[in-house]
């Protein structure tokens, strides 16, 4: 496999059209995403040690991202030190309206101060910071920054730089702070980036499963999660205490079972995986079998591969009947698994869960998940929720996991009153009576 490159023209366009339209972010320090190749200028801070890209202190919980920006207050340096971005790169250029105004920033330090923003424009025009205290220690909060009551200041059109201050007050000792995921409000809401959760839990007896990768079961070797010839990055993480595998900047990942470590899959009947994404569709799924000589090229070899529509910002389980890998010749010497997607190159996708299991030992095979449907949706004032099965318990959430609704109906037919909601995107989740948990995506006007 050959990595595909992006032509010169789409990456001009690419580079123009953030300079000129809208503010960029999230901006999140990934090495994919905005800030972390940007250019940061520290002032006020006695020597100005510049800011660093580090690993998150305190993976879990609210922050699961893998790398934050970390600025270090020292004693000597003045209460408003801080950090800045080079006028004309990196932000882009844009006005502060209504629809993006709310800033929401995640920090993590030792003490409690304020914490500040305020954004620039070329001839030097200032919002002023807005200072909002952290409330808590050694662990990450997001804070707001409103700047609702400067949109009608000169300064807040033609911005083109943002400026932190992450410890405006005096200190008798050097604090450490680490910022992250600073998101306009514009960019908050439906556009989650990460799993706020993990994924479902599996619960196939273990003599049912092969597992390359799931916290329940003991996994068989793998030879590698990212082979070479792959184009994608890999981040080993948790979510809440559950293993997790991230692949970002993705085209494809090959996953690799060789020699000694191929699968013999002849008493496995479905391939199962957990994945979530923000912007990949389609999301496919190959299996590679090596044939009876267990080499790659060897003139048996066969593969097979099928798309599927993930239903965005939520985990999607998938237990695929390997028959429907109808291209392959046999199952007895499995040696990749090939995961790929668009769009091209900046694809992200969290995974669990990957394992083979026998549907004849797990007593699932008059398993269906129930017809369940929301309508009307979109919907301004109330919906109707219908299944083929009870439901036990009703939950309305954001992209976050922040809980609305929470009710326990006993019934098949539910109506919602959704006129307190704001707009956006929301996920109903309905618990049924055999333990079936589903997730239906709602839209609010």
Not at 164 to 192: E, T, V, W
Not at 249 to 273: D, P
Request: with cysteine.
């Amino acid at each position: 496999m050959t990595k595909p490159m992006k032509s010169l023209f789409t990456s001009l366009f690419t580079a123009v059209a953030t300079i000129l339209w809208g503010q960029a972010g999230p901006i999140d320090f990934e090495p994919s995403g905005y800030g972390a190749t940007w250019t940061w200028t520290t002032f006020e801070n006695a020597s100005n040690p510049p800011v660093e890209m580090v690993s998150n202190p305190a993976p879990g919980g609210i922050n699961i991202s893998s790398t934050v920006c970390k600025f270090t207050a020292l004693v000597g340096g003045a209460p408003w030190a801080g950090f800045e971005s080079l006028h004309g790169q990196g932000i882009g250029l844009f006005n502060l309206t209504a629809a993006n105004c709310q800033i929401k920033m995640m920090v993590y330090k030792s003490v409690i101060s304020p914490v500040g923003i305020k954004f620039a424009t070329p001839a030097g025009a200032s919002t002023g910071e807005i200072l909002v205290s952290n409330t808590l220690v050694n662990q990450w909060e997001e804070l707001t920054f409103d700047f609702s009551n400067v949109l009608s200041a000169p300064s807040s059109t033609g911005i083109d730089q943002i400026i932190f201050f992450p410890d405006f007050a005096q200190r008798a000792d050097n604090n450490i702070c680490y910022l992250d995921n600073i998101k306009f409000s514009n960019q908050d809401g439906s556009q989650n980036t990460e799993p706020m959760g993990p994924a479902p839990t599996p619960t196939y007896p273990p003599n049912a499963v092969i597992s390359l990768f799931s916290n329940p079961y003991t996994n068989v070797p793998v030879d590698t999660w990212q082979a070479p010839w792959s184009s994608a990055q890999l981040t080993d993480l948790q979510i809440q205490g559950n293993d997790t595998k991230r692949y970002n900047s993705m085209n494809f990942v090959g996953i690799e079972t060789l020699g000694a470590n191929q699968l013999n899959l002849s008493g496995m009947t479905h391939f199962r995986i957990d994945y979530w994404t923000a912007n990949m569709d389609p999301f496919r799924v190959k299996l590679v079998d090596f044939g009876q000589d267990g080499q790659y090229a060897g003139g048996d070899d066969s593969e097979s591969e099928l798309s599927f529509q993930p239903t965005p910002q939520v985990w999607n389980t998938l237990e695929i009947p390997l028959s429907q890998f109808a291209n392959l010749i046999g199952l007895n010497h499995i040696s990749q698994l090939i995961l790929s997607g668009e769009p091209v190159g900046t694809g992200v996708v969290y995974i669990d869960n990957v394992l083979f299991f026998d549907e004849s030992q797990t007593g699932m095979q008059d398993y269906s998940k129930p017809e369940s449907r929301i309508f009307p949706n979109p919907s301004a004032s109330s919906i109707q929720v219908q299944s083929e099965q009870i439901i036990l318990k009703l939950k309305v959430l954001n992209a976050n996991g922040q809980e609305f609704i929470c009710m326990h109906p006993n019934e098949e037919q539910v109506v919602l009153d959704i006129s307190n909601l704001a707009v956006g995107c929301y996920f109903v989740e309905l618990t049924h009576a055999d333990g079936q948990v589903q997730m239906l995506r709602l839209l609010k006007d």
